[in-house]
């Protein structure tokens, strides 16, 4: 007789809901744990540069930062008289980093041979160009946290006689 109650209280233990035991998964305990996991390739807010501080939207924040970061660069590598034997037009691509305090810094210059041939000094005064940029007002913010963010630029070089 003992044996049959024991095997009754085991076969309603074993298939019983276990919301009985324990909560819910909508309980804000597991919603936290389950907000844990991270998208590490998006962040919430872009870097924001003092001329893109009226944006009202995160979208409208990156095409400022991307245009205007693009504008300070061409401006500071206009200020160089590249003399060349040919013209010639290279795409090459830079990767910059901005780090948690706002700061931008040059990762690595993808140059070409042409260009290393056709100007040789380009890429300290490029890397110089990044050098002198403005600290950014704000760095990319994930989760109300400063971040570190890497972008790849690329870069239009078009010179003429």
Known sequence: MFLRVLFAILFVL????????????????????????????????????????????????NLCFENELIKKLESSMNKHNFKVFKPFKETIYADLLVDNF??????????????KKEIPTFDSIFKNSIDYLPTLIQ????????????FKLPVVINVSE
């Open 14 to 61: 074993l298939f019983t809901n276990c919301d009985f035991i324990s909560p819910k998964n909508s309980s804000p305990q597991n919603l936290a744990v389950l907000d844990t996991v991270i998208d590490y390739t998006t962040v919430d807010v872009y870097p924001l540069l003092h001329e893109c501080n009226n944006c009202d939207s995160n979208e409208k924040q």
């Open 102 to 115: 706002g700061n931008i810094s040059l990762i690595k210059l993808q140059s070409t041979n042409k260009l």
């Open 139 to 150: 760095p990319s913010i994930k989760r109300g946290i400063p971040v570190r963010t890497k």
